[in-house]
């Protein structure tokens, strides 16, 4: 399900969670689907990490594995702010 009109393709959950060390985690999506998260598809400045319970939105591909996160933002986005 769309975050809106703006962001076609893109979805909102919440971080299940996430291990920093390691680099990985899982997100819930909307709907309530467990997507997995690596590090390198955080999209922020400096140290990749996410919190459990934080908001972001994100784009998912579906794999061998299930389904994966190909690109994260926390939300909102600085970038989005008016």
């Not at 809106?4 to 985690?25: C, H, I, M, S, Y």
């Amino acid at each position: 399900m769309p975050v809106d009109d703006k962001l076609p393709g893109w979805q909102r959950g919440q971080v299940t969670w996430f291990n920093a060390e390691k680099g990985f985690g899982y997100l819930t999506s909307a709907s309530g689907d467990a997507v997995f998260v690596d590090y390198r598809t955080i999209d922020m400045p400096g140290y990749k990490t996410l919190s459990p319970g934080q908001t972001v939105v994100f784009t998912v591909t579906h794999t061998s594995g299930g389904p994966e996160a190909t690109q994260v933002l926390p939300y909102p986005h600085a970038g989005d702010e008016s």
